[in-house]
């Protein structure tokens, strides 16, 4: 029996993970506001931005190993009322850090609009896809004599 293959120290990569985060969004386009601080005039996230970063802080846990590899996000966002915009940007940049270390391994993403007025929601699935630009690896340069 090789000991090597049966340590439970090594961690298993994680393949997928599903996660229902309970609230309603803010749209990334607009979850933006203009303050004035010290003579100057800065952007920061708007009120309801803030409030969902923390609802979502809460309910979505680090995991212990951030998924690598580039990766497919399918998104069902579930908005209390049809004003909305169908926007999954906050909810990607979220997730950085906490699922996976950057929103720029989401090689591919699918997301749905959906009306729930008592249940706003949304219900997100992250998987491994197949590296789709493989790193190359550093060139030897020949000398030639």
């Known amino acids: 029996m090789n000991p090597d293959l049966n340590n439970s120290d090594v961690p298993t990569e994680l393949q997928a993970l599903s996660q229902i985060i309970f609230g309603e969004p803010a749209s990334k386009a ?5 303050v004035h601080y010290g003579g100057m005039s800065r952007l920061i996230k708007s009120k309801k931005a803030l409030s969902y970063s923390d609802v979502f802080k809460q309910q979505c846990g680090k995991l212990p190993t951030l998924m690598t590899g580039d ?5 069902h966002i579930f908005y209390a009322s049809r004003r909305p915009d169908l926007d999954e940007s ?10 996976y270390e ?14 729930d007025p008592d249940n706003p929601r949304a219900e997100i699935i992250i998987e491994k896809i197949p ?4 790193k190359k690896s550093p060139s030897k340069k020949t000398r030639k004599g």
Do not use: F
Request: aromatic share 6%.
């Open 102 to 115: 950057n929103d720029r391994q989401v090689k591919e993403r699918h997301c749905y609009w959906g009306l």
């Open 131 to 134: 590296e789709i630009a493989p």
């Open 71 to 75: 990766l497919r996000v399918t998104l």
């Open 30 to 34: 607009n979850s933006r506001r203009v």
């Open 90 to 99: 906050l909810i990607l940049d979220l997730m950085q850090g906490l699922i």
